[in-house]
């Protein structure tokens, strides 16, 4: 266990409700910031419903998941980040919303050894770290989605982190949460998104290019190499939208044609098809997704 006890999460979306309910399942203070009240809604909506879910599988006792419930709460006020240890930053894949969050958070953040992380797919974090006068204590955190299901965590520092501020991430994301942790550079995509996301576009242009249809691209994948998943159905989790968000931050960083976006994920984008979470992408999910 680390000195790490109260955590603020800023943004409770797919990924931001995620890290809260492990954290909270782990026994820390868990504050969840967002933008308004509709937002903190959904946010509370989407923790409670997936504890209510793993009581329901077994995989807590109710005891376990009413005890994680009071430790979170929910504020649409940043200013409450103040007395907190670490802030994991999980807003939208874009460079100025993240800056804009940093910089406020490096004014209301009081603890002088707090840390502020960022749960970016591909935004290198030193250009966060540059918007707050602490680039000493800003290290990428980053998860994997379904949060509360895959091991993962990618622990970045960018040239300025401190050691013990990587340290100190390291044994949070390890001893405190169980995870399994990868050390990567600060380059945009790390290691996963590096390696995943050329592999989902490429995907993307074999159904733009007419070579086979959705469902038979990601059966060859599903039951020829055991993905769990296949990679357009993959997309659709991870959500259209963000998926060109990291696509875009990769192909700045390295301009190399096979982190493009393919002009179909730059369509679906514009018309608002961006996956489960809008109920439809290269698959239907239905209003209730
Ligand atoms: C973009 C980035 O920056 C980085 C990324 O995250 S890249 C994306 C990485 N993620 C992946 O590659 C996901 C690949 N897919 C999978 O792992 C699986 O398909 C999946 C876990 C999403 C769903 O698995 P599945 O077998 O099709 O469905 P399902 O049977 O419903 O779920 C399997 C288990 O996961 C659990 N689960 C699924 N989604 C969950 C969620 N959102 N929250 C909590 N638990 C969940 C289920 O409860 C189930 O648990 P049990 O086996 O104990 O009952
Ligand atoms: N979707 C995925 O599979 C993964 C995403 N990520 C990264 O996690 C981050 C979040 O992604 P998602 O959760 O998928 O996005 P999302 O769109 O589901 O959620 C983003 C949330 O941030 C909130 N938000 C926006 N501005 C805010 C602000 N100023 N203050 C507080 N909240 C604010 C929004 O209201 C929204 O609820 C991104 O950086 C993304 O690249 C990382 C791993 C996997």
Known sequence: MTDIEKVAVVGGGLMGAGIAEVCA?????????????????RAR???????????????????????????????????????????????????????????RLDKVVARPDAILASNTSSIPIMKLAMATGRAGQVVGIHFFNPVPVLPLVELVPSLLTSNETTERAADFATGTLGKTVVHA??????????????????????????????????????????????????????????????????????????????????RMVDAGLYGKKSGRGFYDYGKDA
């Open 25 to 41: 399942r782990a026994g820390l203070d868990v504050l969840v910031a967002e933008v308004g009240t509709d937002a903190l809604d």
């Open 185 to 266: 550079r600060d380059r945009a995509g790390f290691v996963v998104n590096a390696l995943l996301v050329p592999y989902l576009l490429s995907a993307i242009r074999m159904l733009e290019s007419g070579f086979a249809a959705a469902e038979d691209i990601d059966a060859g994948m599903v039951h020829g190499c055991a993905h769990p998943m296949g990679p357009l159905r993959l997309a659709d989790l991870i959500g259209l939208d963000t998926t060109r968000a990291i696509a875009d931050s990769m192909y700045a960083e390295f301009k190399e044609p096979l982190y493009a976006p393919p002009p179909l994920l730059l």
């Open 45 to 103: 909506a989407r923790i409670s419903g997936s504890l209510e879910r793993a009581v329901a599988k077994a995989k807590l006792t109710a005891e376990e998941g009413a005890d994680a419930e009071t430790r979170l709460s929910y504020t649409a006020d940043i200013g409450d980040c103040a007395d907190r240890d670490l802030v994991i930053e999980a807003v939208a894949e874009d460079e100025a919303v993240k800056t804009d969050v940093f910089a």
